[in-house]
């Protein structure tokens, strides 16, 4: 019997990880007021940039004694701007479950080369042992693996009395997962993610207890410009103000805006993770009924909401080498995006063999639904294909 195809294409295909889709009925236009040709050191730029920092502060819910600011390089640049002018004050706890947070990892222990440095590191899918975490050290961590699909369900297991920083790459969380920010002493993400907006840019969020850090403590190692967030020992509260290190795009600034801004017109960061929920339910559905498919992330509490990740459980994959279970990943991808029906949601190049589907606040639960729809007619085509090959 011949595989059908589904009926029902997602009206949205773009499943990317990052940079993310769009807003439901975004369009170039909704761009027409950016501050094009102008400063960003004029009044116009400023205001606008101002603008952002406000707007994220109250969709975010960041405590108003946090600072907020725009930094260059993505989260990249803002996590590392945080290790960089931070650490070194006392050890440095690192825990790992996801690429990214590995990549933080090696830069603490082998750019860094900070002596008093421990690493909890757990396989794909699996958190490390969070109750041996030290907090009279320093903590980096990313609250969700967005590789991994492996996120932390609460901050309860970080000390309220603790000596040392938390540092929390949050880009895959914000605005779809509730950031516990009386936990967290720096928290950085950037605006492709789940707001949908333009790459190469970052947002950096500090606490008092960040601020006392960077006035009294100077690394031992010199800073480069993009890194600098004091001036005469004192925080340069210009960055955190819209006063940017480096020139921004200011057509990206506007679609922040504009994302920003929408998140706000459908009920803000409540109804951003309830969107966020309800596409990653709707992928719960379709594994819980689907035996040739499951999660990566092992114990439900851990979930990610956005970066969800899946891994083969026919047992006529599993048993296949790495190499051919990726081939046969791919394989799925390529007969779907050949068909224009989803783009983009492979699994991250470390991760095991299977499927990364972005389940963030721009996306519709109904395409999520045509996806699942589609990853079946491909999956039986991927393995009709290596019975043939037989």
């Given amino acids: 019997m011949a595989n059908s195809k589904p009926g029902v294409r997602p009206a949205n295909p773009c499943f990317s990880s990052g940079p993310c889709s769009k807003r439901p009925g975004w369009s170039l236009a909704n761009l027409a007021g950016a501050a094009l040709g102008r400063s ?3 009044k116009a730029g400023k205001h606008k940039l101002r603008l952002a920092i406000d707007l994220t502060r109250a969709v975010l819910k960041v405590p108003g004694d946090y600072r907020i600011g725009i930094v260059p390089a993505s989260d990249t640049g803002a996590i590392e701007m945080a290790l960089w002018s931070l650490l070194g004050a006392r ?43 030290d907090f009279d050290n320093d903590f980096v961590f990313a609250w969700n693996g967005t590789t991994s699909g492996v996120r932390v369900p609460n901050a309860d297991f970080i000390a309220a009395d603790r000596k040392g920083l938390t540092i929390c790459d949050a880009t895959s969380a914000a605005f779809a997962q509730a950031l516990d920010f009386a936990k967290l002493d720096v928290v950085t993400y950037s605006w492709q993610k789940v707001l949908g907006g333009e790459a ?19 690394p031992a190692w010199p800073l480069p410009k993009i890194f600098r967030l004091t001036k005469n020992g004192r925080l340069n509260e210009g960055i955190f103000q819209g006063e940017t290190i480096n020139t921004p795009s200011l057509l990206c600034v506007e679609d922040y805006l504009d994302a920003l801004n ?13 969107r966020a929920d309800a596409n990653a339910k709707v992928v719960e ?36 080498p790495l190499e051919a ?3 046969v ?49 491909a999956y039986a085509e991927a393995v009709a294909g290596l019975a043939r090959a037989e």
């Fill in 40 to 42: 960003h050191r004029g």
């Fill in 91 to 133: 050890g440095v706890d690192v825990a790992v479950w996801d690429s990214f947070a590995a990549d933080w990892a090696r830069d603490v222990v082998e750019q860094l080369q900070l002596p008093n440095t421990r690493s909890f590191a757990a396989p794909f899918g699996e958190l490390p042992d969070l109750a041996k975490i």
């Fill in 200 to 218: 190469a840019h970052g947002m950096l969020i500090v606490s008092p207890r960040a601020v006392e850090r960077l006035e009294s403590y100077a």
């Fill in 262 to 274: 929408w998140a706000t017109s459908i009920g803000g960061l409540h109804a951003l993770c309830a």
């Fill in 285 to 320: 559905g379709w594994v819980a009924r689907t035996p040739w498919i499951d999660f990566l992330a092992k114990h439900p509490a851990t979930r990610s909401n956005t970066s969800v990740c899946l891994q083969f459980a026919d047992p006529q994959i599993t048993a296949l």
């Fill in 325 to 327: 279970r990726a081939a």
């Fill in 329 to 377: 990943a791919k394989t799925v991808v390529s007969l779907i995006e050949t068909e224009q029906a989803a783009f983009d949601f492979g699994a991250y190049r470390d991760a095991p063999p299977g499927f990364r589907i972005w389940c963030g606040a721009t996306i519709e639960a109904s395409d999520v639904a045509a996806l699942t729809q589609w990853l079946d007619w």
